[in-house]
C-alpha cells in the first residue's frame, strides 16, 4: 500500500465503517465488532503512516489530479503523523470503556455512540491531513455535527441546554472562520495553505496581521482559549463519560493544532505577544475555575482550558524549543485527560456521582481505582517521573531561553495550583469516610471492561513518559519542520495523483 493511499484511507475508513455500524445498530454484536474493528484498523494505518513519514518524510496527494490552488490536497507531516495517532489510539480505548459503560444511568446510547465516534474520527483525520482552508472547514463541521449528537442525544434537559451553548458557540466560530476563508481567497486567489506561505508575506503588514488575527479568533474559539471558553464547562460534565472523554482528550487539541499549523505555515511571527497574553490568561481562568468548583467533572473541564493555555504557550514563543514543547505536550495531555474523565466516569460507578461532597472513602474500598486517578493526576500537574513533567519542563525551558520570563512564572504558578486542585479532588473521594448508601456496583464482567479500558490509557501514559527521549527527538524535528516549512510546500506543490 501507498502512503498516498493510506493517507486516503485514513480519512474513508471512519465514514465508511460508521455507515455499516448504522445499518448494523439493530444487531449489538455485529455493530460493536465494526466499530472497534475499524478503530483499531485506523489505528493501526496511522502507526504505519508516522513510520512511514519518519523515514521517508512529508506526503502529499492530490485528490482527482487537480491543482493546489483549485483541488483538494491531503498532506502528512510528522506533526500531522505523530499527533494522528495518538488521537485515535484513545479514541479506540474510549469505545472499549463505552462497551462497559452502556445501558447506566451514565452510558451513552450504545445504537449511536460507535457510529458517530467513527464520524468524528474520521473529522479528527480530515482536520490533521487536509492542506486547504476549505476542506479544513468541511472537517470542523464533521466534527461539529457528530459531537452536537453525542451531547444531546438522551435528550436530558440539561444536556440540551448545555449542548447549545456548544453548539452556538462553534457555528459562531465557523461563521467567522467562512468569512476569513472569503478574505484569504479574495486577498490571495487561493485557500491552499503551502500557497498561503508564499503569497501571504506579499500582502500588507496590516492586512496580514488582520488576517492572523482573525484566525487566531477563530481556532482559539475552537480551542476554547480565553475569553472564548466559557462554552467548554459548561458543556462537557453532562455529558456521558464516553461522550466527555473524547471531547475533552481531542476535540479542543484540534484547534491548537490548526492554530500550530496555519500561524508557524504563514509566519505570524507578529502574533506572539499577543498569543503570549492569551495562553498566560487561558492558563490562569482555567485554574481558577478549577478549584473555585466541587466537581470531578467540572473540575476536570476547566482544567482543559487551563492546559490549553501550556500549548499556546509553546505556539507564543515561536522557537524550535517553544513549538516542539507544544507538540510533546500534545502527546502527553490527549491521553492524560482522556483517563481522566474516564477515572471520573469509574468513580460515577462506584459511587453514583462526581460531586465531591458526596464521596469519600473510596482509596480503601477501591484501591486500584485510586491509583487509576493518581497517575494521570499527578502527570497533569506536571511532577516528575510522569509525562506531564517533560511536557512542561520542555515548556518552561524554552520560555527561559526565550527570556519569556512572565509567562514561565504564570506556567510554574499555574502547575503549583493544577496539583492543589488534583489534591482536592483526592481529598474529596479517595480519602475520609464513605458516603452513606453509595450506588450498586457495577457487575464484574462490566467491570473488568471499564478498568481494563482505562488501565490501558494509564499505561499510554507511562509509555510516553519512558520514550521520553525519543518523543523529544520527533517533537524537535517536527517543530524545525514547522519553522520551515520548505519541505511541506515543495511537496503540495509537486506532488501527483497516486
Known amino acids: 500500500m501507498t502512503t498516498e493511499t493510506l493517507i486516503g484511507l485514513l480519512v474513508a475508513l471512519p465514514i465508511a465503517a460508521a455507515g455499516l ?14 466499530t472497534i474493528a475499524a478503530l483499531a484498523a485506523e489505528t493501526a494505518l496511522a502507526g504505519v503512516l508516522l513510520a512511514r513519514t519518519i523515514n521517508d518524510g512529508t506526503t502529499a496527494v492530490r485528490l482527482g489530479g487537480w491543482a493546489p490552488d483549485l483541488g483538494i490536497v491531503l498532506i502528512a507531516d510528522l506533526f500531522a503523523a505523530l499527533v494522528l495517532l495518538v488521537a485515535i489510539a484513545t479514541i479506540l480505548v474510549v469505545e472499549v470503556f463505552a462497551l462497559g459503560q452502556r445501558r447506566t444511568p451514565w452510558g451513552a446510547n450504545p445504537e449511536l455512540t460507535g457510529p458517530l465516534l467513527l464520524v468524528l474520527t474520521s473529522g479528527v483525520a480530515l482536520s490533521m491531513l487536509t492542506g486547504d482552508l476549505f476542506t479544513l472547514f468541511v472537517a470542523f463541521e464533521l466534527i461539529l455535527v457528530a459531537s452536537y449528537v453525542l451531547l444531546t ?10 449542548g ?36 501571504l508575506p506579499e500582502l500588507d503588514e496590516p492586512v496580514r496581521v488582520g488576517i492572523g488575527l482573525w484566525f487566531l479568533v477563530v481556532f482559539g474559539t475552537k480551542a476554547a482559549a480565553f475569553p472564548l471558553f466559557s462554552w467548554l464547562p459548561d458543556s462537557y460534565p453532562t455529558a456521558p463519560t464516553t461522550v466527555t472523554a473524547v471531547f475533552a482528550g481531542l476535540l479542543t487539541k484540534v484547534g491548537v493544532y490548526v492554530l500550530v499549523r496555519f500561524h508557524t505555515l504563514t509566519g505570524m511571527e507578529t502574533l506572539q505577544p499577543v498569543i503570549l497574553v492569551v495562553a498566560a490568561a487561558t492558563m490562569l481562568v482555567g485554574v481558577a475555575g478549577a478549584l473555585a468548583h466541587n466537581d ?36 502527553h495531555h ?20 462526581s460531586r465531591l461532597s458526596d464521596n469519600g472513602g473510596l482509596a480503601m474500598r477501591r484501591p486500584f481505582l485510586a491509583v487509576l486517578f493518581a497517575i494521570p493526576a499527578l502527570s497533569l500537574a506536571g511532577l516528575p517521573p510522569f509525562s506531564g513533567f517533560v511536557a512542561k519542563f520542555a515548556l518552561i525551558d524554552a520560555g527561559i531561553d526565550a527570556r519569556s520570563i512572565p509567562i514561565v512564572v504564570v506556567a510554574l504558578a499555574v502547575s503549583a495550583l493544577t496539583l492543589l486542585s488534583m489534591v482536592k479532588i483526592w481529598m474529596g473521594v479517595f480519602w475520609g469516610a464513605p458516603p452513606r448508601g453509595p450506588a450498586p456496583p457495577a457487575t464484574e464482567p462490566r467491570r473488568r471492561l471499564l478498568v481494563g479500558a482505562t488501565s490501558i490509557g494509564v499505561a499510554a501514559t507511562l509509555v510516553i513518559a519512558s520514550l521520553a527521549g525519543p518523543l523529544w527527538n520527533l517533537s524537535e524535528r517536527a517543530a524545525n519542520e514547522l519553522l520551515e516549512p520548505t519541505a511541506y510546500i515543495n511537496e503540495v506543490l509537486g506532488s501527483v495523483t497516486p
Do not use: C
Not at 439493530?26 to 465488532?33: I, M, S
Not at 442525544?153 to 448545555?162: F, G, L, N, P, T
Not at 451553548?165 to 485557500?191: C, D, E, H, K, P
Not at 474516564?342 to 468513580?347: M, N, Q
Open 334 to 353: 490527549i491521553p492524560v485527560k482522556t483517563v481522566l474523565f474516564l477515572t471520573g466516569g469509574l468513580i460515577e460507578e462506584e459511587t453514583g456521582t
Open 21 to 34: 455500524a448504522l445499518a448494523l445498530r439493530t444487531l449489538p454484536r455485529a455493530r460493536d465488532v465494526v
Open 164 to 199: 447549545m451553548s456548544y453548539v452556538v458557540m462553534n457555528l459562531f466560530a465557523s461563521a467567522l472562520f467562512l468569512i476569513g476563508v472569503a478574505v484569504v481567497y479574495r486577498s490571495t486567489g487561493t485557500v491552499n495553505m503551502a500557497l498561503l506561505a508564499e503569497r
Open 296 to 331: 470531578v467533572k467540572r473540575i476536570l473541564s476547566f482544567h482543559i482550558v487551563s492546559q490549553i493555555g501550556y500549548m499556546l504557550m509553546g505556539l507564543g514563543l515561536f522557537s524550535v524549543a517553544g513549538i516542539a514543547g507544544a507538540v510533546i505536550f500534545f502527546v
Open 153 to 162: 442525544h438522551r435528550s436530558e434537559a440539561a444536556q440540551v441546554r448545555s
